[in-house]
Every structure is written in C-alpha cells, then in structure tokens.
C-alpha cells in the first residue's frame, strides 16, 4: 500500500510533466483523487465479520483473560478523559457480566498506563500494551475506540463507547 501512495503522490505532484493529452491529464488526476479517497477512509473491520486475532500481546501483569462468549475491546490513550470515563463507565456496566471479557489496548508504556488502569485487571478483564501494531490491524484511527466481538472473533459492533449505552451492551450480549 506504501508503495500505491508514493506512486499516487508522485503523480500528483508531477502531473504537469507526464506527456499525455490534456484532457487525460483531467482523467487521471480525478482518478488520483478518488483513490486518496477511498484509501484514507478504509476500515480493516466490519460488522458480522472476522476481526483480527490478538497474537503475542503484552499483557499488562501477566494476566490474560480466559476465552469468554463476548470480549469488549476498547483502545485507550491514559491522557484523554474520554477514554478515561468511558472505560470507567463499561467497566461498571460489564463487571458483573461473566460471559464477557474486558480488554483494553493501549499504545502507551506499562509505566505510564499501570498507574491508571491497574484497578481494572480482574481474571475476565486485562490490558494490553502494543506498539500499535494491533491498533493498525483494526484499522484505529481514533481514541476512545471500541469493538464488541463473540467467542468467534465476529465484531457485533464497533465505534466510538462514548454513544454505547447500557441498553446497547445489554442487547449486543444477550443476542447470539
């Protein structure tokens, strides 16, 4: 894909010089346009899909949840107080559910982030340290950013937890 980009931006920023008619010029840049387009909005999930596997994490303390019916994924930045209330709100609403795992995955150092979510390690709940390797996987472009998957890794919804109400989870983790 880098190499797609590079040959895109050279094209657009050398346009003038290709020895084409002038009316293929036109072409091609709209083309150019609509490629940058489509690439920039590409999402790697979609609902009822696969998402992709969580492999070689570094699980913060060690601890891995148990395979659960339903994993709550949400990817954090510790200095955004969205992040912050919305962990704390799901937290509250899935903590007793027991056929669902929490995870959390931040880009962040253990050092920065231990201090804040330690609180929520629980045996169905754990972080995730990553060098954004798993946030590129799934396509995060934002923070807060969540995804609800089932035992068979199918994403039940995605988007930003901040308009994921109690109802919604209650609904997602109850349909099968």
Known sequence: MDNLLQLLRFLFLNWRFIPIFV?????????????AIGYGGAQTIALGER???IKSAKWLNGNIPAENDFTYIEFIISASQPCRATVERVHTHLADKKSVNIVLISHESATEISEWVTKYISPSSGIIVDDTTIRKEFGVKYAPFAVIIDRKRRA?????PQILSKEQIEQLITTK
């Open 23 to 35: 009316g293929m010029k036109r072409l091609l840049l709209i083309i150019i346009a609509l490629c």
């Open 51 to 53: 998402t992709p596997r």
């Open 156 to 160: 039940l919804w995605f988007g930003n």
